[in-house]
């Protein structure tokens, strides 16, 4: 299985990037999809994620309402709208799937059997 990013890049603070994850194989009904990151020096931390099951989101707190997830069924993707971005938003992004196991276990990383290979986001001051 291999999920496919995309959408990375370098922009400036303030601007914006979506990001895209293509879930080959995996009914989005049954599943949650997940975008995590992780900093050079720091543990991975999630970000948002979503159910494809019953459309539950979750944000982490740092998110402030900047992003937005959204999962589109027939063509089997995921997308992470990312605006106001800042410096420390700079991180490698993954995508990653799961089986859906409950709203509750929608940001721990342990929920998720497969992973992408990530994308670079790296935001400039």
């Known amino acids: 299985v291999q999920l496919v990013e995309s959408g990375g890049g370098l922009v400036q603070a303030g601007g914006s990037l979506r990001l895209s994850c293509i879930v080959p194989?995996?009914?989005?009904?049954?599943?949650?999809i997940g975008w995590f990151r992780q900093a050079p020096g720091k543990e991975r931390e999630a970000v948002s994620c979503i159910s494809g099951s019953d459309g539950t989101t979750y944000y982490a707190d740092f998110v402030e309402g900047r992003f937005t997830i959204s999962a589109d069924k027939p063509k089997n993707e995921v997308h992470l709208q990312m605006s106001s971005l800042k410096p420390e938003d700079t991180a490698v992004y993954y995508c990653?799937?799961?089986?859906?196991?409950?709203?509750?276990?929608?940001?721990?990383?342990?929920?998720?059997?497969?992973w992408g290979q990530g994308t670079q986001v790296t935001v400039s001051s």
């Open positions: 194989g995996f009914p989005l009904d049954d599943y949650q």
């Open positions: 990653a799937v799961g089986y859906y196991s409950g709203a509750y276990y929608l940001k721990f990383s342990r929920a998720y059997d497969y």
